[in-house]
């Protein structure tokens, strides 16, 4: 168990030293992504994590709407997810995370 958690734990860093390479982002932006990929460790997910808006804000630290729509929309644009939402009340949206920009 121990070692299936470190080789998580080296995928999670290997997600954040990508991050933290790009100049292109700043501090909304990591805490956003920070965030995500918390949800993902949480529920054992690499790529594929189910989140909520209000989860991700919390988690994240980011307490007004448009700043969240802000910093968000922009992840996608510059490639580092895809946000796939849920209309359904009874299921959670996805954001698919890549390790390589698309952009």
Same mark, same amino acid.
């Given at each position: 168990?121990?070692?299936?958690?470190?080789?998580?734990?080296?995928?999670?860093?290997?997600? *954040?030293?990508?991050? *933290?390479?790009?100049?292109?982002?700043?501090?909304?932006?990591?805490s956003i992504l920070i965030? *995500?990929?918390?949800?993902?460790?949480?529920?054992?997910?690499?790529?594929? *994590?189910?989140?909520?808006?209000?989860?991700?804000?919390?988690?994240?630290?980011?307490?007004?709407?448009?700043?969240?729509?802000?910093?968000?929309?922009q992840l996608q644009d510059?490639?580092?997810?895809?946000?796939?939402?849920?209309?359904?009340?009874?299921?959670?949206?996805?954001?698919?995370?890549?390790?390589?920009?698309?952009?």
């Amino acid at each position: 168990m121990k070692q299936n958690n470190r080789l998580k734990e080296r995928k999670i860093m290997a997600y *954040i030293s990508l991050y *933290i390479e790009d100049p292109r982002l700043n501090v909304w932006h990591l805490s956003i992504l920070i965030a *995500i990929l918390g949800l993902g460790y949480r529920q054992g997910q690499r790529r594929r *994590i189910k989140v909520s808006r209000s989860k991700i804000m919390e988690l994240s630290h980011v307490s007004t709407l448009p700043t969240y729509h802000k910093y968000f929309k922009q992840l996608q644009d510059l490639g580092y997810i895809k946000y796939t939402p849920s209309y359904h009340p009874g299921y959670k949206s996805e954001v698919k995370l890549y390790k390589k920009r698309l952009s």
